[in-house]
């Protein structure tokens, strides 16, 4: 009888046995695990490719980045050399032009002067000629008073030109 209970029971366990695996098989097909397993290794094989991807992307994104980095302080210096050059240029220039406008308001200074120089010259020599005009006016008219013969004598040759005039 014990022999018949094992069978039983090892029937039994079998029995389990095979429905436990017909259902785990059933919902392997049924709810297609393998090809999920299929579709979840495609993607992480996919994920892996563009990883891989963006890692030659990122790498080479790196190195034109280090290239650039490497040349630009020699950019920069060439940048600096460059305006100090610039600077030298526009400083000179400057210079120059302070130079050309100090020699041109110089000479302005200078004609200026020259002009005032002429007017006040001008001015001397008119009042010198109005003071010898009222010098001789004086003088002539003192002359005539004391000379009453001279005076007469003027007269008559004033009238005698006169007389000469023809119109």
Known sequence: MFETVLDYIART??????????IIIYLFIKLDIIGGLNEGANQVAVTVKDSESAKEISESNLKSIEEMI????????????QSESSAKLVGEKILTDAQRNVEVIKENT???IDNKTALERNDIMKRASLASVQIAKEHIIKELQNNVDLHNKLIDESLEEI????L
């Open 70 to 81: 490497f040349h630009l302080q020699e950019e920069i210096d060439a940048i600096i050399k």
């Open 110 to 112: 200078e004609k200026l």
């Open 13 to 22: 366990n079998l029995f389990n046995f095979l429905i436990f695996a017909s």
């Open 163 to 166: 007389d000469g005039v023809t």
